[in-house]
């Protein structure tokens, strides 16, 4: 069987449990493994690996990263993790679980520089990459052998220790035929792993899963497969196309697709944004409208500087609220007109806010822009709203000073005093 060692990049014909050059035992092997070319790469727990290796005191430490005792856990490293710590926990929960760990706030520049490092090896690769987030992509290297003079399952283990040793952070891949199967490979070996699922394989190896093995299952629409008598990816694979379309509508047939292990998708290197948004955790519960109104105007202002530096504007808007009991709330209003002005954003969503600051206690408000649309199509004015202009090229004005002289140069009254 194909075999390959990850740490000096032998190639075997058989499957030895060590290498017979280094004695390694990170051996990979697998029938399809010199014949597949679609990889998903994900950095082992990013926030924390970044910190860890910028404080190598914390190496045998469990870290947290995270906002203060009413904010969540963004990530976790995996000594926390096996301490029950997991991403999105509520922080006092995090340190109820693991009360010795190490808590950083985020640091978004430091991991958006180590991001841009890594997409840049990736990019040496092959120039089809779509990142997925900020720390994670995948990768096609069809075609590529020749350029690198290996096949793609050795390209992508010497990219592993560059990783490593040029940014200073594992990662863990997986390699498929399709970037369904990909994703779900590089979530079978963390950290630090290289997994592989095959074509021929992959349905008898995909039938005894749940469903929530899928991308974008998750517990709500597991429940209702389950009360439809899915609870693995065998049952719906069993569907034909006919039966699928009549139980799941439009959607159906590609679910059962993708139940399969099928997936036609291309790698594209530019990622389509579906969304834009601002958000922030209160450090004590607050409920009276007066109080919540400056913090949703500071996050307009959030908002209206990411769609500028996306090159978007905002189709309409999107409220969220979480309750002190975590429940969440979604409210959406529809804008007159494309806009990426603060004020218009804010005049949509405070009518939402007001009702419902009924006197329920927030921990949390975020605003969000939802659908975008290009900026060109923003803030042009029409017989409803002549003024759109003159908003837009106050916000510019003011934006502009905050350039020059700092982001308190210039302050809307609203905004004045909001902690966000």
């Given at each position: 069987?194909?075999?390959?060692?990850?740490?000096?990049?032998?190639q075997s014909a058989d499957?030895?449990?060590?290498?017979?050059?280094?004695?390694?035992?990170?051996?990979?092997?697998?029938?399809?493994?010199?014949?597949?070319?679609?990889?998903?790469?994900?950095?082992?727990?990013?926030?924390?690996?970044?910190?860890?290796?910028?404080?190598?005191?914390?190496?045998?430490?469990?870290?947290?990263?995270?906002?203060?005792?009413?904010?969540?856990?963004?990530?976790?490293?995996?000594?926390?993790?096996?301490?029950?710590?997991k991403s999105a926990m509520?922080?006092?929960?995090?340190?109820?679980?693991?009360?010795?760990?190490?808590?950083?706030?985020?640091?978004?520049?430091?991991?958006?520089?180590?991001?841009?490092?890594?997409?840049?090896?990736?990019?040496?690769?092959?120039?089809?990459?779509?990142?997925?987030?900020?720390?994670?992509?995948?990768?096609?290297?069809?075609?590529?052998?020749?350029?690198?003079?290996?096949?793609?399952?050795?390209?992508?283990?010497?990219?592993?220790?560059?990783?490593?040793?040029?940014?200073?952070?594992?990662?863990?891949?997986?390699?498929?035929?399709?970037?369904?199967?990909?994703?779900?490979?590089?979530?079978?070996?963390?950290?630090?792993?290289?997994?592989?699922?095959?074509?021929?394989?992959?349905?008898?190896?995909?039938?005894?899963?749940?469903?929530?093995?899928?991308?974008?299952?998750?517990?709500?629409?597991?429940?209702?497969?389950?009360?439809?008598?899915?609870?693995?990816?065998?049952?719906?694979?069993?569907?034909?196309?006919?039966?699928?379309?009549?139980?799941?509508?439009?959607?159906?047939?590609?679910l059962v697709a993708r139940?399969?292990?099928?997936?036609?998708?291309?790698?594209?290197?530019?990622?389509?944004?579906?969304?834009?948004?601002?958000?922030?955790?209160?450090?004590?519960?607050?409920?009276?409208?007066?109080?919540?109104?400056?913090?949703?105007?500071?996050?307009?202002?959030?908002?209206?500087?990411?769609?500028?530096?996306?090159?978007?504007?905002?189709?309409?808007?999107?409220?969220?609220?979480?309750?002190?009991?975590?429940?969440?709330?979604?409210?959406?209003?529809?804008?007159?007109?494309?806009?990426?002005?603060?004020?218009?954003?804010?005049?949509?969503?405070?009518?939402?806010?007001?009702?419902?600051?009924?006197?329920?206690?927030?921990?949390?408000?975020?605003?969000?822009?939802?659908?975008?649309?290009?900026?060109?199509?923003?803030?042009?004015?029409?017989?409803?709203?002549?003024?759109?202009?003159?908003?837009?090229?106050?916000?510019?004005?003011?934006?502009?000073?905050?350039?020059?002289?700092?982001?308190?140069?210039?302050?809307?009254?609203?905004?004045?005093?909001?902690?966000?």
């Open positions: 069987m194909p075999s390959l060692c990850r740490d000096c990049f032998v499957a030895p449990r060590r290498c017979p050059a280094c004695a390694s035992a990170r051996m990979v092997s697998h029938p399809e493994l010199f014949g597949l070319s679609i990889a998903h790469i994900d950095c082992d727990a990013f926030f924390a690996s970044v910190e860890k290796r910028d404080r190598p005191e914390l190496a045998a430490r469990p870290v947290i990263i995270g906002g203060g005792q009413r904010g969540v856990v963004s990530t976790a490293c995996y000594l926390a993790r096996t301490r029950g710590v509520p922080m006092f929960k995090a340190l109820a679980a693991c009360p010795d760990a190490v808590v950083i706030k985020p640091d978004f520049a430091k991991y958006v520089a180590a991001s841009r490092q890594i997409r840049a090896l990736m990019e040496s690769l092959t120039p089809l990459v779509q990142a997925m987030s900020i720390d994670e992509a995948v990768l096609d290297l069809s075609g590529t052998e020749a350029l690198h003079g290996a096949p793609p399952a050795v390209a992508l283990a010497r990219l592993a220790r560059q990783v490593e040793k040029e940014v200073g952070v594992t990662v863990s891949m997986g390699l498929a035929p399709n970037r369904l199967l990909a994703k779900i490979a590089v979530e079978r070996d963390k950290p630090r792993g290289m997994a592989v699922i095959g074509a021929a394989e992959a349905g008898a190896l995909l039938a005894p899963e749940p469903v929530t093995i899928l991308p974008g299952v998750g517990p709500a629409f597991a429940a209702k497969l389950g009360g439809m008598g899915f609870s693995t990816l065998g049952q719906l694979a069993s569907l034909d196309m006919r039966e699928a379309m009549r139980r799941f509508g439009e959607e159906g047939p590609t139940a399969r292990g099928e997936d036609s998708r291309p790698v594209r290197p530019e990622r389509e944004t579906k969304s834009v948004s601002a958000e922030t955790t209160f450090d004590r519960d607050i409920a009276r409208p007066e109080e919540l109104e400056p913090m949703l105007w500071r996050l307009c202002e959030k908002l209206a500087r990411r769609l500028a530096e996306k090159g978007f504007a905002a189709g309409g808007v999107v409220l969220k609220l979480k309750t002190a009991r975590f429940a969440l709330r979604t409210r959406n209003a529809r804008l007159p007109g494309p806009s990426a002005v603060p004020e218009t954003l804010f005049h949509a969503a405070r009518p939402l806010l007001a009702r419902e600051a009924d006197g329920t206690a927030f921990r949390l408000i975020g605003i969000g822009a939802q659908p975008l649309v290009e900026a060109s199509a923003a803030d042009h004015g029409d017989l409803a709203d002549p003024e759109a202009p003159r908003r837009a090229a106050r916000w510019a004005a003011m934006e502009a000073l905050r350039g020059k002289f700092g982001d308190r140069a210039v302050a809307v009254g609203r905004g004045i005093g909001a902690r966000s």
